[in-house]
């Protein structure tokens, strides 16, 4: 069952926040390969934070997107819904850090971030 989530919706003034908090800290942690993430794994991740900011223009994006990407509707659903129990094992930790990044406005836990 998923829980009850208070839609966000979040500002200009956060939103450059987050886009400069990432630029500045992309560099910071370099990992061993550079891997391409697959185009239905990038919008798992954009409906898992999706469903936190409840945006219905979001919403339709990402959905669009995400069928485009090959999922079906029926994990569309569950994604926006805040199921991830049919999420792949190893995306499932990403996809609780985008929606734990989404809650938090981006002040995220250091070891949540290490568990990627």
């Not at 999922?71 to 991830?84: A, D, I, Q, R, Y």
Request: charged share 30%; aromatic share 12%; proline share 3%.
């Amino acid at each position: 069952m998923a829980m009850e989530k208070e839609n966000r919706f979040y500002d200009t003034k956060t939103f450059y926040r987050f886009v400069e908090d990432f630029l500045i800290n992309k560099g910071q942690s370099k990992p061993k390969k550079r891997v391409k993430l697959s185009k239905d794994f990038v919008e798992r991740i954009m409906l898992a934070v999706t469903q936190v900011n409840g945006c219905p223009y979001c919403s339709y994006f990402h959905a669009k997107e995400a069928l485009r990407a090959g999922m079906s509707n029926e994990e569309v659903k569950k994604l926006l819904s805040g199921e991830f129990g049919d999420v792949p094992d190893d995306q499932l930790a990403a996809l609780l850090f985008a929606e734990h990044y989404a809650e938090t406005a981006g002040n995220f836990d250091e070891e949540a971030y290490k568990k990627l």
